[in-house]
């Protein structure tokens, strides 16, 4: 059993400190809506459904990259970090999405990809030209070893060598991912400038913050040593899959360097001379991830919060897990500020990767709402959707092409919204979409939920008005926090409002005692009294309020 306790914050936020607890709603830009008939979505189509993202209730909008890219990556390949893609709109379609976000009280995250450009960057084209233009520097080059291999160890996440050979140059170049991302060289002071620079860009265009991605990826070793190997029982695939041989390595020297600790301080000046702006890592380690996660947001001078891994991971959920995991933050990270999902653009979505029932899923996002941290749900999960099974012939994500059939990628996720239950690809779109729409998907559109109040869509609305109306849910502690079988329970409190949160996260009916007091419930599912106690069907939950001193 752990029991444990977390400080709590005052539960009047200043509003510079919205993110603190904000429920932040991830949109992939080419699956959500399309307007202009090419069966890609775009940023139009965004602006379009903006009041279907308010009457959910969240806080904020993150957008994955809608930069210019030739989009081997889906747009984690930039080539214009200043430009947006004619696929997905312009820069005026932008303001005026940010314009309308705002005016609808939302905020407006955008997804700053600053390891890797694209290899049609113009920075790169020129780089790998010569050995000695003015940007020859500013990628990662490396001269080949006598015997012409690649001068380290080092993996792509993507699978394979790191490192790609430049004939015109005579040299490899560092790549984390695909080939064509080619990863920037963070020891180059104008690089690093270069980058500020663009964050000032878009927040003078009056975004709220970024979502960082692979932040932990910026800096690599400037003596590029190789690293170690990883033994077998301390792999797990919590980043990258089981079979993908980048699990074999600690990674020590290709990424997490101290050295980023100066540029996360640097980019935090840039966000902090305009106020009120937010920056969320995205930390994929998938031994260090919560160790990094502290180090990158202790104090006030660096990240906000960092982007969780912990459970976006295939372990089953699980209330000794949930518990362990709230544990080890509390131990490693206690002065951070986490983020924590269920599922994005690049896991299997959680329904099936838990393989969750209707209920499950209902519990287990009344658990996500009343965490101590923000949230981030990903477009689609709301509806209850489950990952798409997609055939070889229709991936497109070449993270699966190259690993399939024992690693599909990330194309069952990425299938296109579905809004219209009787329209063709769910109103997607009026032509095929570059993802097929699943039947099945298709039955769960918004229109099939919308006046339900059973439906997911129902449920989700409702528990993130609950975390509206309940501060404490955002920035109270976390206390108490205790797993007995499948019961997860915890109470988070403030000096005079405090709330008990408890989850049956197993199959089988089980009775809970109240804790002493005066409590009562205030939201839940499957659960009815028994005596003085609760019993709680399979997969359900109870939040009850007990004011303190009133
Ligand atoms: C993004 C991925 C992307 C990768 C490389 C990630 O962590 O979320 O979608 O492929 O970074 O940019």
Known sequence: MLDQTTESLPLVQNRNDWWKGAVIYQIYPRSFQDTDG????????????????????VDAIWISPFFRSPMHDFGYDVS??????????????????????????????????FSHTSD?????????????????????????????????????VFGGTAWEWETGRGQYFLHNFLATQPDLNFHNAEVREELLDVMRFWLRRGVDGFRLDTVNFYFCDAELRSNPALPDNERSDDIAPKVNPYNFQRHIYDKNRPENLGFLRAMRGVLDGFGGRLAMGEVGDAQRGLEIMSEYTSGDGLLHSCYAFDLLSGDRISAERVAAIMHRFNVMAADSWATWAFSNHDVVRHATRWGLSEAAQKTVLTLLICLRGSVCLFQGEELGLTEAQLNREELRDPYGIRFWPRFRGRDGCRTPMVWDASAENGGFSDVKPWLPVPEGHRRSAVTAQDSNSDSILAHYRKAIQLRRDWPVLKTGGLLELRAEGPILSFHRGAADSRLYCAFNLGDEEKEVSMPDGNWSVLFGTGNRPSGGALRLEGWSCVIAGEEIGG
């Open 80 to 113: 214009d970090y200043r430009d947006v893609d004619p696929l997905f709109g312009s820069l005026e379609i932008f303001d005026e999405l940010v314009r309308r976000a705002h005016s609808l009280g939302l905020k407006v995250l955008i997804d700053l990809v």
């Open 38 to 57: 090419d069966g890609i979505g775009d940023l139009n189509g965004i602006l379009n459904r903006l009041p279907y993202v308010r009457s959910l209730g």
């Open 120 to 156: 049609c960057h113009p920075w790169f084209v020129q780089s790998r030209s010569s050995r000695n233009n003015p940007k020859a520097d500013w990628y990662v080059w490396a001269d080949p070893n006598p015997d012409g291999t690649p001068p380290n160890n080092w993996l792509s």
